[in-house]
């Protein structure tokens, strides 16, 4: 059990005693019910924030300003009938909304929320875990959250969801791969994975931020890649009201689709902090030179950052008209995985030497440049279904005995 | 003889995700419906996960669940519901010839190797591995980058070549397109099933 202690210094003294087990329940409970009030809070703010840029009065009506709206909200959908679809996989359609939930929650667990604090001479580390895996274990659980939005589609048996579910998947996939470069070249710069170290390599003055010392490039390539991921204006084809009705999530009634609003906005709020900690330093700021204060000051500065976020993606919302789908697929393809990759080889080659960097830099327009050639001539190509030639060979079963075979299945249908 | 070489904590997550494999390569083989398999398929690549991390291989749990349940099994879920597979029962269908007797040859093979496996040698002992112990003050993927960049590199990047060549082959087999100008339109009337 010695690892324990390179993960989280509540365990340095190498053995587990009840004050550390009672301090780490604390930390899950305060972490979560945080989270929780953080959820209500920034779904209410959306509201509020986006009829304020809309000319409209938005909720007023329980609480100040509408403040408690949310929990109205969340028991009229307790009290609301449980729907489930004729057509349904039950077991499946059951098990979606927790798919979705469960990841949002995880990953706000490896986010470091202030600096370390001592209570009673244990050194509390506040940050839920500092798994070794650190940052992957984001990337692992957004790969998760695809089943949610995926299997919600396809079991509710419905034509629109399933096209939302397929749209979401594909999206969400193309954006992981930029996604991971990027954090890839923080990972370069820090030397670690661990969240915990990616912040602390960023304390000190500003100028020690990934924004700053990465060059802008992938903080704005993660944003953008990260916005694709959550599904969120100007990416939200997955549930394009005029298009598909209300997306993956149609047929969820209740607390199912409660549970589905609620991974959205936990997911927004998570990814706005993944990205304070990430590229703006996480908890880092100015302390001021008294000694009780100086434990608060660093997560004042954290709920801040996280807040500027947070209120963008609320603007985002408000602001941008929303993609054409081949556009969203553009973008992630042939822009931003070439930009991200070749930032990352630059980001290398400057690490090992300035030299190496301006070669890697050589290379990298050498090689934008051969890629917009090739976007040039796929744009001059002739394109639509009569361009397609029938592929080469024999396909296992000849054609008369499939086309048999699915005229057979639509008789028993 | 497994249970000796365990404290109480190991055995349970080894337990834990040996019942995870095992009934999620049950699930993929019996159950009828094509996306339940696939989501027993995750079930058993989320075990194996579970025991890289009991073998403390983090990062290797880690690229399990990114690249296989994050990336692969997305992509076969994909497929089955972009053809509509249904829930009828297709096996008396052989779409290669032989291929039942094939698989059974297969399975027969694997199970026997495996069991002289066991029995010929103390490699299957669910022991923590002790061949390569992780060096001390270095993280996983410290060591783990540096075997791979350095001893292995010829067949790491041999296996990258094999990926590329084998995306290529994939775009050229399934989709061929005319030349920028048109020149044969006979050719279009033609209609393939599958295509």
């Known amino acids: 059990m010695t690892w324990l202690a ?15 087990i009672l301090i780490l329940l604390i930390r899950l409970l305060v972490g979560f019910g945080a989270l929780m009030g953080a959820v209500t809070m920034m779904i209410w703010f959306e509201r509020k924030a986006i009829s304020d840029m809309q000319s409209r009065i938005g909720p ?9 709206q949310t929990l109205a909200d969340g028991l009229k959908l307790f009290f609301k009938e449980d729907l489930i679809p004729d057509q349904a996989d039950r077991f499946v359609f059951k098990l979606a909304p927790y798919l979705a939930l469960v990841p949002a929650i995880i990953t706000f667990a490896i986010i ?22 650190g940052i992957l274990l984001m990337l692992a659980m957004s790969g998760i959250s695809v089943y949610g939005v995926m299997l919600a589609g396809w079991a509710s048996g419905s034509k629109y969801p399933l096209i939302s579910a397929v749209r979401a998947s594909a999206q969400m996939i193309s954006y992981e791969a930029a996604l991971g470069i990027t954090i890839v ?3 370069l710069i820090t030397g670690s994975l661990s969240t915990h170290n990616i912040v602390l390599s960023q304390g000190g003055e500003i100028w020690h931020w990934n924004v700053i010392r990465l060059g802008f490039v992938p903080f704005i390539i993660f944003w953008i890649a990260i916005t694709a991921e959550l599904n969120r204006p100007p990416f939200d084809v997955v549930e394009a009201e005029s298009e598909l009705v209300g997306g993956f999530n149609t047929e969820y009634s209740s607390v199912r689709f409660a549970l589905f609003y609620m991974a959205e906005f936990m997911n927004t709020i998570t990814m706005s902090a993944m990205i304070v900690t990430l590229f703006f330093g996480g908890p880092a700021g100015w302390v001021p030179p008294v000694s009780h204060l100086r434990w608060i000051f660093p997560i004042l500065w954290f709920v801040v950052k996280t807040i500027i976020f947070c209120f963008c993606y609320v603007w985002f919302r408000a602001a941008l008209p929303r993609f054409r789908y081949d556009q969203v697929m553009d973008l992630g393809w042939k822009r931003l995985i070439p930009l991200s990759l070749g930032w990352m080889l630059v980001v290398a080659g400057f690490i090992i030497k300035p030299a190496w960097g301006l070669l890697m ?11 917009g050639r090739a976007f040039v001539l796929g744009r001059s190509r002739e394109t639509g279904a009569e361009s397609v030639l029938p592929p080469i060979g024999q396909r296992p079963l000849p054609g008369h005995v499939l086309r048999a075979f699915t005229d057979k299945e639509e008789v028993e249908e | 003889m497994i249970a000796t070489n365990y404290a109480i904590p190991d055995f349970v997550i080894f337990a834990t995700s040996t019942i995870l494999i095992l009934v999620g390569a049950l699930g993929v083989i019996t159950l009828k419906n094509p996306v339940h398999a696939a989501l027993s398929l995750i079930m058993t690549l989320f075990g194996v996960a579970v025991a890289f991390v009991a073998q403390s291989a983090d990062f290797l749990a880690a690229a399990q669940i990114i690249v296989y349940a994050g990336a692969i099994v997305v992509l076969f879920l994909f497929v089955i519901m972009f053809l509509g597979v249904g829930y009828g029962s297709k096996s008396d269908v052989e779409p290669l010839v032989g291929q039942r007797g094939f698989a059974i040859a297969g399975v027969v093979i694997t199970i026997g190797g495996l069991i002289a496996l ?20 270095q993280g996983n993927v410290k060591q783990l980058g540096t075997a791979v960049f350095t001893t292995y590199l010829y067949a790491f990047e041999a ?5 590329v060549i084998a995306v290529v082959g994939a775009v050229l087999l399934a989709r061929r397109e005319r030349a920028t100008t048109r020149e044969a339109t006979d050719e279009t009337s033609d209609e393939e099933v599958g295509s």
């Open chain 1, 185 to 187: 070249t923080v990972v």
């Open chain 1, 112 to 133: 470091p929320v202030g600096g370390t604090i001592h209570i009673a001479g244990h050194a509390v580390m506040l940050q839920i875990a500092n798994p070794p895996i």
């Open chain 1, 361 to 371: 830099a050589a290379a990298v327009l050498f090689a934008s440049v051969v890629l």
């Open chain 2, 159 to 163: 296996t990258s070549l094999l990926l």
């Open chain 2, 118 to 137: 066991m029995a010929s040698s103390h490699w299957v002992t669910g022991a923590t591995s002790v061949t390569g112990p992780l060096a001390k003050g």
């Open chain 1, 6 to 20: 390179t993960v989280d210094p509540l365990f340095v003294h190498g053995h587990v005693s009840g004050i550390d």
């Open chain 1, 60 to 68: 007023q009506r329980w609480g100040p300003f509408g403040i408690l």
